[in-house]
């Protein structure tokens, strides 16, 4: 974990910071929001028609996902 330190995919200097408060957050808005979410989903969606979307779901997916592209890229 990187509490108290800076991870690499954030800005200098910024420290991880988890506190009761977040903590608080999380499990208090967590079901609230994971049953909204396909409703916001679809209002989205709906807006943005041509928008060509991709969901995904895990960092497995998102690996390959960007593996995908990498591949498309240097097949160009």
């Known amino acids: 974990m990187y509490i108290g330190r800076?991870?690499?995919?954030?800005?200098?200097?910024?420290?991880?910071?988890?506190?009761?408060?977040?903590?608080?957050?999380?499990?208090?808005?967590y079901q609230t929001r994971k049953r909204k979410m396909p409703v916001h989903f679809l209002k989205f969606r709906e807006s943005n028609p041509n928008m060509n979307m991709i969901m995904l779901k895990n960092k497995r997916e998102i690996a390959a996902y960007i593996e995908n592209l990498q591949r498309e890229r240097e097949s160009v």
């Open 6 to 29: 800076t991870r690499q995919d954030i800005g200098a200097g910024c420290k991880v910071k988890l506190d009761w408060e977040f903590i608080e957050y999380i499990i208090t808005t």
